[in-house]
């Protein structure tokens, strides 16, 4: 009864190639999250909907697309992975103004 | 821009001391403030929060401090247990900001047994 689930959890794949992550999570929030998060642990926010509509879209380059099919549900795709893409990746849901994250996938692009 | 930083991105204590974790905001409209943890592998857990008409929030075995003067706040934890030892992040709301949550850069605490 994984309140946000991420999956997978370790992804290992070549420069060039496209790979999606997905995300779900079962409280029953509106709000969702994609954020990067990089060797020295800083978080940085890259995507948010808000019942199936994006409302926040950070400078992130237009390789990675999210996707919400429904607002349980809020996959991220990155095409032509790069180098630089390598970080941990966590989705997140929020309830009123506290988040709640996923246990994240660790991207290693090679 | 605006930025929530910490002053130590990394602390050691000793088990069953009392551990300070501190963080500097610059927003002036943020209105709500949250303290997450991070324990390895794992993503952030939301630890306690604290709303800006407030100076002091308590919860079990943690405390928040914000002193909006000088734009400051902190967590305190008291008896520092080795399952305390994560990586610690301050967040902020700006009032009137959406749905963006303005995340620190962490400090990672060390529990020396």
């Known amino acids: 009864d994984t309140a946000v689930s991420q999956t997978p959890k370790y992804l290992v794949t070549q420069m060039g190639n496209d790979k999606s992550i997905k995300c779900e999570q079962n409280?029953?929030?509106?709000?969702m999250y994609w954020y990067k998060q990089d060797s020295k642990k800083f978080l940085k926010i890259m995507f948010s909907y808000n019942n199936k509509e994006l409302i926040i879209n950070e400078t992130v380059p237009n390789r990675f697309s999210p996707k919400s099919p429904d607002k349980a549900h809020l996959n991220l795709h990155i095409n032509s992975l790069e180098l630089g893409d390598s970080a941990v990746y966590f989705c997140?849901?929020?309830?009123?103004?506290?988040?709640?994250f996923g246990p994240g996938t660790r991207l290693l692009v090679l | 821009g605006e930025s929530v930083g910490l002053h130590l991105p990394t602390l050691s204590v000793q088990e069953g001391d009392n551990s300070i974790i501190n963080c500097a905001y610059s927003?002036?409209?943020?209105?709500?403030f949250i303290w997450y943890k991070q324990e390895s592998g794992k993503g952030p857990q939301f630890i306690i929060d604290i709303r800006s008409n407030m100076d002091k929030r308590q919860g079990q075995r943690v405390t928040v401090l914000l002193n909006k003067t000088v734009k400051h706040l902190s967590l305190q934890i008291a008896a520092t247990q080795p399952g305390d030892s994560a990586v610690y992040f301050c967040a902020e709301n700006p009032h009137g900001g959406g749905f963006k949550t303005i995340f620190g850069a962490g400090t990672r605490l060390f529990v020396k047994a």
């Open positions: 927003n002036s409209a943020s209105d709500y």
């Open positions: 997140a849901s929020m309830a009123t103004e506290t988040q709640y």
């Open positions: 409280l029953g929030h509106d709000t």
